[in-house]
Nanobody, 119 residues
Framework: QVQVVESGGGLVETGGSLRLSCAAS????????MGWYRQAPGKERDLVAK???????TYADSVKGRFTISRNKAWNTVYLQMNNLESEDTGVYYC?????????????WGKGTQVTVSS
């Protein structure tokens, strides 16, 4: 079993900042990547940022220069620093862990944390 737990969402004004955290725990032979995804009301869940086991980050174009994804040394927690927030950043932010089990891989999602940016 793999557990993924997000924290750090909330209500913030336009231009403000928030920091999200996501911790993965349980049976994790190899953590290939962790990422943040956003789902706005009535829209699909889209990638915001992800980071792989080598530390290489990937960002959606809409957040480049404003958001930064990072990880801890133990490589079981990732953070999303969100600066200069816009109303379009509102949504539920989900964390996903990509876990390797030998030749198999599994995707594990957290329950999400709400981010609301008020204008």
């Amino acid at each position: 079993q793999v557990q993924v737990v997000e924290s750090g969402g909330g209500l913030v004004e336009t231009g403000g900042s928030l920091r999200l955290s996501c911790a993965a725990s349980g049976r994790i032979p190899r953590l290939n990547a962790m990422g943040w995804y956003r789902q706005a009301p009535g829209k699909e869940r889209d990638l915001v940022a992800k980071i792989n086991l080598t530390g290489s980050p990937t960002y959606a174009d809409s957040v480049k220069g404003r958001f930064t994804i990072s990880r801890n040394k133990a490589w079981n927690t990732v953070y999303l620093q969100m600066n200069n927030l816009e109303s379009e950043d509102t949504g539920v932010y989900y964390c996903k862990a990509d876990v390797g089990f030998g030749v198999r891989t599994g995707e594990y999602w957290g329950k999400g944390t709400q981010v609301t940016v008020s204008s």
